[in-house]
């Protein structure tokens, strides 16, 4: 069998419509990036945004601590990424915080790191879904010289 031969007996990838034209969908290309951008995604837990903001906020402040209180989370309130394990998750969000904290005097490398990955946190609960809803009432109150008065001229 020639190489000429070899590629004539392949079979076209399912998802091209013109079957001379070999390259991948543009959609399936656009996974496959999105699967190796997101492979930094499943060491990081999901968390209810209020927590996301505080460990962001504590991250900015102390660098490395949200990280390291955010692997405890793992434990209580936070998601674990599908086909991962918590107990791996714990030990890397431990050691990186730890290896931010450590890497502060490098150049502030690691403060850099540590804001980056707090901003990482709130993005993940922003995408997941698992936004808290606030409530906003308000309450409207008239003076007490008015009550008085319709109360007052109700009798009348």
């Known amino acids: ?31 496959e990036e999105r699967k190796m951008t997101d492979s930094t995604d499943a060491s990081i ?7 996301a903001i ?6 900015c402040l102390f660098p490395g601590l949200g990280t390291i209180i955010a692997s405890f989370t793992i434990f209580c309130c936070a998601i ?3 086909g991962h394990d918590k107990c791996n998750v714990f030990c890397i969000n431990f050691l990186i915080g730890w290896a931010q904290l450590i890497t502060v005097p490098v150049l502030l490398a690691g403060w850099i790191w540590s804001i980056a990955w707090g901003v990482r946190f709130v993005s ?14 308000s309450v409207t109150t008239l003076p ?6 319709t ?6």
């Open 1 to 31: 069998m020639t190489s000429q031969e070899s590629c004539e007996s392949e079979k076209p990838h399912p998802l091209v419509q013109n079957q001379s034209d070999t390259r991948l969908p543009l959609q399936e290309v656009i996974l």
């Open 45 to 51: 837990p999901v968390l209810p945004m209020g927590v």
């Open 54 to 59: 505080s460990l962001c906020v504590v991250n």
């Open 80 to 82: 674990v990424p599908e």
């Open 124 to 137: 993940i609960a922003a995408k997941s879904g698992n936004v808290e809803e606030l409530v906003v009432t």
């Open 144 to 149: 007490s010289t008015n009550a008085r008065q």
């Open 151 to 156: 109360s007052v001229a109700s009798k009348n």
